[in-house]
C-alpha cells in the first residue's frame, strides 16, 4: 500500500500524494516489467529466469539498448565493439591514479565517468547512432575503470583488459590479474544480468530525469551512480556484508537479527518498494551462493544469510518484507573473492545497460520532467533589513 500523506495548504486547500512517489506514473516504457505481487521481473518481455539461464551480459545488454535479441551477427559485431571500447583514455587513467586511494570506490566511478564526458566528442548531440555509441562505450569501459580503482587502493598497476575474455571473466581477471575458472565467470555474468535493469528505479529515474533537459548522456549516467551509491539502494549490498561481517558467526545471527528489529532498525538486503514476496534476482542469487559455498567450502555466509532470510521470514515475511537483490548478492561476491569496496561499483557496472536503454527510450519521445510539490511555507513575509534582523 503506496503511503498517502494528506496536508492542507496554506490556502486551505487539501492535498493527498504518495511519499516517494510510490505507485506514480511518470510515463511509459517497454524495457521492463515487474510483477511486485507475485514476484516475477521480465526485460522487455522475457522472465528473468530465462535470461539468467541462457543469456549472457553481452547479450541482454543488447537487448535492453535496441529492444530484439541480436542475431549471431550482431551479437558478434556488438562484442567486437565492447571489446574495442574497453581501454580507459590515457589521459583520464592518468588523472584517475592522482584521486585519493581511500575515497569511496562509486564516488570515484562517478568522477571518472563525468571526466570521460570531457573526451567525448559530440556528447550534446542525441542523435541514435550518436547516444547508442556513447551508451556502447560506457558499458565497455565501466569494469575496466572499477577494477582500476580497486587495484590503485591496493598499491598495484591496473591490468589492461583481455580481449581473449568476455565481459564478466575480465572484470575477474582485471581485478585480481588471474584468469578466472568458467564457473566462476558465469556466475557473474549471472549476476551482471540479474542487476542490469528493474524499471523505475530511483538510479534508472535519476538518469531519465536529467536526459530530459536534452543535457548530454554523461551527465545522466553520472548522476545515476550518485544515486545508485544509497545504502537505500545498490548500497545495500555492502550493507548486508557489514552485518553478516558485524554477527561475524552462524550462532550469533538469532540475537542480533532480533535486536536490530526489536530496534527498528533496517535490516540491509530486505524489503523492497515493489516487491511484496521474494525477490526473484534473490532466489537465483541464493541458489548460486549456496553452490559456492559447497565449492569453496566455505559455508558461514551462506549458512547465516540463510538463517536471516528465516528469520526475517517468521518475523516480518507477514509485512511483505522478504530478501531483495542485494542480499545473496553480497555472500556471492564475497565467495567469487570480491573485496566488500566493489560490491555497488558491480552493481553499476550491470545497471549501465539499463540507464543507457532507458536514456535511449527518453530521448526517442522526450517531455522534461517537471513534477511538483505542495506548498507548505510561509507567504508574503516581509523582508527585513540586514540590520533589522
Ligand atoms: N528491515 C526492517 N524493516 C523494514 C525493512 C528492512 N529491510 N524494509 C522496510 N521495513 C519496514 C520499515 O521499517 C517500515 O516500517 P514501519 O511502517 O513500521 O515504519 C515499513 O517496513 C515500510 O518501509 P519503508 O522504508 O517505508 O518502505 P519503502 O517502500 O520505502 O522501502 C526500501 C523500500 C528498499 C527502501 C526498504 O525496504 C529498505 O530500506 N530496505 C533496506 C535497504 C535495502 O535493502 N535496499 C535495497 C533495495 S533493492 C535493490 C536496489 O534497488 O538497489
Redesign the pocket.
Known amino acids: 500500500m503506496a ?1 498517502n500523506r494528506e496536508v492542507v495548504d496554506k490556502f486551505g486547500k487539501r492535498h493527498t500524494f504518495s511519499e ?1 512517489m ?1 505507485g506514480v506514473v511518470a510515463t511509459s516504457s517497454e524495457i521492463c516489467f515487474i510483477n511486485g505481487a507475485e514476484g516475477r521481473l521480465f526485460y522487455r518481455g522475457i522472465p528473468i529466469e530465462d535470461l539468467a539461464e541462457n543469456s549472457t551480459f553481452e547479450e541482454t545488454s543488447y537487448f535492453l539498448l535496441y529492444g530484439e535479441l541480436p542475431t549471431q551477427k550482431e551479437l558478434h559485431d556488438f562484442d567486437t565493439r565492447l571489446k574495442k571500447y574497453r581501454a580507459i583514455p590515457d589521459p583520464v587513467l592518468e588523472i584517475l591514479k592522482q584521486m585519493p586511494r581511500k575515497a569511496n570506490t562509486m564516488q570515484i566511478l562517478r568522477t571518472v565517468v563525468s571526466l570521460m564526458g570531457l573526451y567525448e566528442e559530440k556528447s550534446d548531440e542525441h542523435s541514435v547512432s550518436e547516444t547508442s555509441r556513447e551508451a556502447e562505450k560506457l558499458i565497455a569501459v565501466f569494469p575496466t575503470i572499477v577494477a582500476a580503482i580497486q587495484r590503485l587502493r591496493e598499491g598495484k598497476e591496473p591490468i589492461s583488459p583481455d580481449k581473449s575474455l568476455g565481459h564478466a571473466a575480465n572484470l575477474i581477471y582485471m581485478v585480481n590479474g588471474e584468469k578466472p575458472d568458467a564457473y566462476a565467470a558465469r556466475v557473474l555474468d549471472v549476476c551482471l544480468i540479474l542487476h542490469a535493469e ?1 524499471g523505475f ?2 538510479s534508472t529515474f535519476t538518469s531519465r530525469v536529467v536526459i530530459s533537459t536534452l543535457t548530454d548522456v554523461h551527465s545522466a549516467i553520472t548522476a545515476a551512480i550518485g544515486s ?1 551509491r544509497g ?4 548500497g ?1 549490498n555492502e ?1 548486508v556484508m557489514h552485518l553478516l561481517n558485524e554477527i561475524g558467526s552462524l550462532e550469533a545471527v538469532d540475537e542480533v537479527i532480533r535486536l536490530k ?1 526489536k530496534t ?10 515493489v516487491y511484496k514476496v521474494l ?1 526473484p534476482r534473490a532466489k537465483i542469487l541464493s541458489q548460486y551462493s549456496e553452490r559456492l559455498a559447497e565449492i569453496t567450502g566455505k559455508q558461514k555466509y551462506y549458512a547465516m544469510s540463510k538463517k536471516i532470510e528465516e528469520i526475517m521470514e517468521n518475523e ?1 515475511g507477514d ?1 511483505g ?1 522478504y530478501p ?4 545473496f548478492s553480497a555472500s556471492v561476491y564475497h565467495y567469487l573473492g570480491f573485496n566488500l569496496e566493489i560490491y555497488t561499483p558491480i ?1 553499476a557496472v550491470s545497471r549501465i545497460s539499463g540507464w543507457a536503454a532507458h536514456v535511449m527510450e527518453q530521448l526517442r519521445e522526450n517531455r522534461l520532467f517537471r513534477p511538483s510539490s505542495v506548498y507548505l511555507g510561509d507567504i508574503d513575509r516581509t523582508y527585513p533589513k540586514i540590520s533589522d534582523r
Open positions: 503511503k516517494g510510490e528493474h528505479n530511483a545508485l545504502p537505500l539502494h545498490g545495500a550493507g528489529l527498528k532498525a533496517k535490516i540491509m538486503g530486505f524489503g523492497h518498494r525477490d516480518v509485512r518484507i531483495n537483490v542485494d542480499f552493481f
